[in-house]
């Protein structure tokens, strides 16, 4: 399992042999210099037909030590995006790394100046913002591509390859999400546990990738209700934080959510059953498993924020009207490395013009799932979600 922090775990095992036409430079601007970021950079840096030209950090002197950390030279430093975006002319495309609470923001500030955009995931904080998002990328005509890069996985692949292929029959019932037992990320500060950075705790930290998993899996049908729940037992206890190492006070910041569950009715009669955990006096909260008419789907409970599966997936079905279970053979990574391919195809479709590699006419449903179990869980009810035609 990778660390916490670990930037390995984005990192391929392979040299990136692909050939591309390197005569016209796409000019990339870095918003936002923190962890992410230099996943980013690295995975640029292997393209000769990209030129990071420009990086904003609100942190005074942070984009600067971060160039000089990554190896990037003759690079433009600005104090914010907008300071980026209003300098840089010649500019491309922006890889937005913020938390959280910047997203859209920056998003539609870089929408609205003509700019492609690789947004970080979770989208945003709110289902209201990515609306916003959503408009200003129609009216600009650029592509918006959100940050799952879990979904370019083989084995994530092989889920929505097994639903497509009919073998479940008509799926009726989805159990999803997962989680650490000790792991509120706080290696880099206090950015994730904050309500006016993050705005989201586990549900935008990892929540989002359980609920990428088996909504693409499933073609992304519309979410229509939500009845949720959050809590943070673990992060408003002092102890969290000590026991690693980190200040007590971290404790008094905290103010997001650290567990979240749902149960999400979806277009076509589907349940969702879901729960996220970034702390919890457990193993895992449950393997992924997608029940249809036919058969059924087991995912050994996953990492899927960097696309692994916990073991070989199993489809239960019958066989000449016996109960026979078939093991799917694990398949390899891809030895570039996630990361790699999530920006290349971000960057081939701003070339191109092309289809937004992970597209926000999807994720705005990730997100009012979020945004649902947040007004849910205010509600003390089962939520409608209204998505407004855009
Ligand atoms: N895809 C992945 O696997 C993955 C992994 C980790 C984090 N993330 C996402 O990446 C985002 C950033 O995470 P991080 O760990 O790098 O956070 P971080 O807090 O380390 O870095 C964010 C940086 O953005 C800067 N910033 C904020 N608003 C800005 C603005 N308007 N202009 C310029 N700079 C601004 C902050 O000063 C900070 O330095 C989060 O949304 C997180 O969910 C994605």
Redesign the pocket.
């Known amino acids: 399992m990778a660390k916490q922090g670990d930037l390995d775990a ?1 990192k391929g095992n392979a040299a990136v042999e692909e050939i591309v036409d390197a005569s016209k430079k796409v000019k990339v601007g870095i ?9 980013h950079v690295m995975e640029y840096q292997k393209m000769p037909d990209v030129e990071i030209v420009a990086m ?4 005074p002197g ?2 600067e030590a971060f160039a000089e950390k990554m190896g990037v030279e003759n690079v433009r430093f ?5 300071a ?1 975006v209003d300098a840089e002319k010649d500019l491309d495309a922006v890889s937005i ?7 859209a ?2 998003a539609i500030y870089a929408l609205e100046h003509g700019l492609n955009v690789l947004l ?3 989208m945003c904080v709110t289902l209201d913002e990515a609306v916003e998002i959503v408009k200003a990328e129609k009216k600009s005509g650029k592509v918006l591509s959100i ?3 879990p979904r370019l996985d083989p084995n994530m692949q092989m889920i929505k390859k097994i639903v497509e292929s009919g073998e479940l029959g008509q799926i009726y019932y989805i159990q999803t999400g997962g989680g650490r037992r000790k792991g509120i ?1 706080t290696p ?2 206090t ?2 546990i904050e309500d006016k ?2 705005g989201l705790g586990a549900l ?2 990892i929540g989002c990738y359980s609920l990428d998993m088996v909504l693409n899996a499933i073609g992304y049908p519309k979410p229509l209700t939500v009845s949720g729940y959050k809590s943070a037992f673990f992060g408003k206890n002092p102890e969290t934080f000590t026991s690693k190492g980190y200040p007590a006070e971290y404790a008094e910041l905290f103010n997001v959510d650290d567990f979240a569950a749902a149960f999400v009715r979806l277009e076509g009669g589907i349940i969702l059953d879901f729960r996220i955990a970034w702390d919890m006096h457990l193993d895992t909260p449950g393997d992924t498993i997608i029940m249809g008419t036919k058969g059924s789907l087991r995912v050994p409970s996953t990492e899927c ?2 696309g692994s599966i916990g073991g070989p997936m199993k489809i239960y079905h019958d066989v000449a009207g016996k109960g026979v279970e078939t093991e799917i053979p694990m398949l390899d990574s891809l030895p570039e490395g996630l ?1 790699y391919h ?1 920006l290349r195809s971000f960057v081939n479709a701003a070339k191109s013009g092309g289809k937004a590699p992970v597209p926000s006419s999807e994720i705005i449903y990730n997100q009012a799932i979020l945004d649902g179990i947040v007004r849910s869980n205010a509600a003390g009810r089962e939520v409608e979600i209204n998505i407004p035609e855009i």
Do not use: M, V
């Open positions: 984005f918003i936002g210099t923190g962890w992410i970021a230099e996943a904003a950090d609100l942190i942070k984009a600005y104090p914010s995006d907008k980026l790394c913020t938390y959280n609470r910047q997203h923001p920056c970080e995931k979770p940050g799952f890069q990320p880099f500060g950015s994730f950075t993050a935008g930290d924020w960097n990361f999530k």
